[in-house]
């Protein structure tokens, strides 16, 4: 009898889920939701299907959606720690936007595993819009807080509400990975998102 079938027919192996959905994610950010099959996953995540569907009652669409929550709260986190511990937290903005479009593969730091997720799933899956709105109100706060604190500062000229200019940063981040799926060119990616943060001057 094979490991997996042993694990079927006994008691369920004892794992950690955030392990093994982070290992579930990079199977997801390489092959897309579609063409993820459920042996990669499992074969990623190191456990049979027993213990997957005991944890994740409701398949891969469940594990699909706890991925993107996972992923989602500690870009969110990484990326909040950074912009406060940042010298300069605009040109930190800056530069985090200007990254976005040299990446040519899809990037951890970059959070493209979550703009792919807006673009593809989120209209048919409600939870997993649900998440993904979210994200994006939680990246507009960090971005109003950075904004606030830097024209309080003298540091931002611009007088526009905060709240406002990070739903502009929020709307071109949310942009850009939509663009990015058509056209991948950097010199073309970069000149848009340049444009689009001379609202920072």
Known sequence: MSHQNKEMAGRPK???EQEAIQKATEVFRNKGYD??????????MGIGKGSFYLAFKGGKQELYRR??????????HKIADAVDNAEDQV???RQFFLRLGDAKDCDIERGCYLGNALVQ???KDAEIKKITAELLKGLQKIFAKAITKAQKN?????EENPETL???LTNLWNGIHVTRRMENSPEILRSLIEMNLK???
């Open 35 to 44: 063409t993820a099959s459920a042996d990669e996953l499992l074969g990623a």
């Open 14 to 16: 004892i794992f950690d």
């Open 154 to 158: 003298g540091l931002l000229k611009i």
């Open 199 to 201: 609202i920072l001057q």
């Open 166 to 168: 990070a739903w502009h």
């Open 121 to 123: 799933l989120s209209e």
């Open 91 to 93: 040109e930190f903005i």
């Open 67 to 76: 991925s993107i929550q996972q992923f989602a709260e500690n870009f969110n």
